[in-house]
C-alpha cells in the first residue's frame, strides 16, 4: 500500500529488473520480501545482501549520509550496523537511487525475542552513549544532517498542536489527548536545551533493534542520521516495556529536565505518526496508540 504521494511502486520484479542492469554478479540470487516501513521498501538478496528503495525522492536522500558516514561510525561503535555494499543508480522504470547492504541476522526486539527486559534497556544506552560520544568529524546540523527531531520542540509546536487536534477526532474516546497536550506544552514551557550537539540515530525504535540470542545485537536503519541535541534520541524508549525504559534512564543518567524533553519528542512523534497515517498504515498508527498510551501509564504515576 502506498503511504505517500508521489510513491514509486516497488515489487520484485522490479528489483530483478535493477539487479539485471546494474548488479549482473547478483542477479542470479533470490529476491523475497524483507519488510516495509515508511520510508523504504526491503528485499532480501541471497542470504547475505538487503536490497532497499525509498518510497519516495524525499525518503531518497537517507541513502546518501547512510553511504557517506556509516563506513565512518561503523568502527566506533560496539555492535554491527548496515554496511553499504553496492549504490544503486535511477533508472526509467525506478527513478530513485537504491542501495545493497550486507544482511544482518537477528529478530526485531519483542517479547519473544529479548530475555531480560532490563539488560536490553542497559545495552541500548551504551550503544547511545557511544555513538553521541563520538567526534562530529567536521559534520555539522546542515542539508541531510539536520532534522527535526534533534532541533528545538518550539520549532515544531504549530504542527504538533495540529496532529494533537487530529488525534483528539479521531482516537480522542480511546486515549487521553487533552493530558497529552498539558505535557507537551510543560516541556515547551521548560528552557531549551544549550548542546552539546551530538551524533543522532533518530529512530531507535523496536523494529530497527535486533536481538540475537536474546539481547541486543545490532542497530539498523540509519535514515534519520543527524546532528542535534541528544533529547530527541531518547524518546522511543516509551516503546519499550517499562523494565527496559527505567534501565535505559538510569544507564543514560537522564535529569527531569532532558526526561521531560524525551517525552514531549515522544507525544510529538505518536501524534503526528497517527495523524500522518490514520488511513493508510494501521499498524504504525497501533505503534504510536501504544506509545502515548505508555507515556499517559507513566505520567500518572509519577
Known amino acids: ?24 554478479q547478483w542477479a542470479g540470487l533470490s529476491v523475497s520480501p524483507a519488510g516495509a516501513g515508511t520510508d523504504n521498501i526491503m528485499y532480501r538478496l541471497g542470504d547475505d545482501l538487503l536490497v532497499r528503495l525509498p518510497r519516495t525522492a524525499d525518503k531518497a536522500r537517507s541513502l546518501r549520509k547512510e553511504r557517506e558516514w556509516l563506513p565512518r561510525l561503523a ?58 560520544r563520538i567526534d562530529l568529524m567536521g559534520a555539522t546540523r546542515t542539508g541531510d544532517l539536520s532534522w527535526y527531531r534533534g532541533g528545538h520542540l518550539r520549532a515544531c509546536d504549530e504542527w504538533i498542536s495540529r496532529s494533537l487536534a487530529d488525534c483528539r477526532a479521531t ?14 506544552r510543560e516541556a515547551l514551557a521548560q528552557p531549551e536545551p544549550s548542546g552539546p550537539q551530538v551524533w543522532l540515530h533518530g529512530d531507535l ?14 542497530i539498523i536503519d540509519f535514515g534519520g542520521l543527524s546532528i542535534g ?21 538510569d ?12 517525552r514531549a519528542w515522544a507525544i510529538a512523534v505518536g501524534a503526528s505518526g497517527i495523524s500522518y497515517y490514520w ?10 496508540l501504544s506509545r502515548l498510551q505508555a507515556i499517559l501509564t507513566d505520567a500518572a504515576t509519577r
Open 1 to 24: 500500500m502506498a503511504l505517500h504521494q508521489n510513491e514509486v511502486p516497488v515489487d520484485a520484479g522490479l528489483v530483478r529488473s535493477l539487479l539485471n542492469e546494474q548488479c549482473p
Open 75 to 132: 568502527p566506533l561503535l560496539t555492535c554491527p550496523v548496515p554496511e553499504p555494499l553496492h549504490a544503486g543508480t535511477p533508472t526509467n522504470v525506478y527513478p530513485l537511487p537504491w542501495s545493497i547492504y550486507r544482511w544482518i541476522d537477528g529478530d526485531e526486539a519483542q517479547p519473544d525475542s529479548v530475555q531480560d527486559w532490563s539488560a536490553f534497556g542497559a545495552d541500548l544506552a551504551a550503544v547511545v552513549r557511544d555513538l553521541h
Open 171 to 184: 482516537v480522542g474516546g480511546d486515549i487521553d489527548v487533552e493530558t497529552l497536550e498539558r505535557l507537551w
Open 205 to 218: 525504535r523496536p523494529t530497527n533493534l535486533l536481538v540475537r540470542d536474546g539481547r541486543l545485537h545490532a
Open 229 to 249: 541535541l541528544p533529547d530527541a534520541e531518547h524518546s522511543t524508549v516509551w516503546d519499550l516495556p517499562p523494565q527496559a525504559r527505567h534501565a535505559y534512564w
Open 251 to 262: 544507564a543514560v543518567g537522564l535529569d527531569d529536565l532532558s526526561w521531560t524533553r524525551a
Open 279 to 288: 488511513h493508510t498504515y494501521p499498524a504504525f498508527v497501533a505503534e504510536c
